[in-house]
């Protein structure tokens, strides 16, 4: 039994719970200046936030309108409860109801493992994002 839910919405809708989860995964965590954190493409994003059965937001992902999958993180607490794995699973659901014919997105390199996993296929070489090694992935449907 899943012992949290997820919510989709726009960015008005999400915010503060999304950036919530973002601010402490990628910001304090990861130690990501928070400037590099935001982007204007929040605004342009279906989002997605997990929350625990005390409604507390402990996970998040975007997907963009050019079938991007971003932003994706879990708390630390919350990893391992197969919470990500629903995320990701639906995000691509979205955007195969939408007509996207494949899904793609910057996977941190510790990270590649979960992807892959979920179908993703690695392309290219290692490159920097925010300090942290990253590679490329993609899926089609």
């Not at 607490?77 to 910057?106: I, T």
Request: glycine share 8%.
């Amino acid at each position: 039994m899943k012992n949290y839910t997820i919510q989709f919405g726009d960015w008005t809708t999400l915010q503060a719970d999304a950036q919530s989860v973002r601010t402490a995964v990628f910001v304090v965590e990861q130690k990501i200046p928070a400037e590099l954190e935001w982007d204007v493409m929040d605004a342009q994003c279906l989002h997605a936030v997990a929350y625990d059965m005390n409604k507390n937001p402990i996970g998040t992902g975007r997907l963009l309108p050019d079938g991007h999958i971003g932003r994706m993180a879990v708390l630390e607490s919350a990893r391992g409860s197969g919470v990500g794995a629903e995320l990701l699973r639906l995000l691509m659901e979205h955007a195969r109801v939408r007509g996207e014919v494949a899904v793609q997105l910057n996977a941190q390199l510790t990270a590649e493992s979960f992807y892959s996993k979920a179908g993703f296929t690695r392309e290219g070489e290692l490159f920097d994002e925010a300090g942290i090694p990253h590679v490329h992935m993609t899926r089609n449907f």
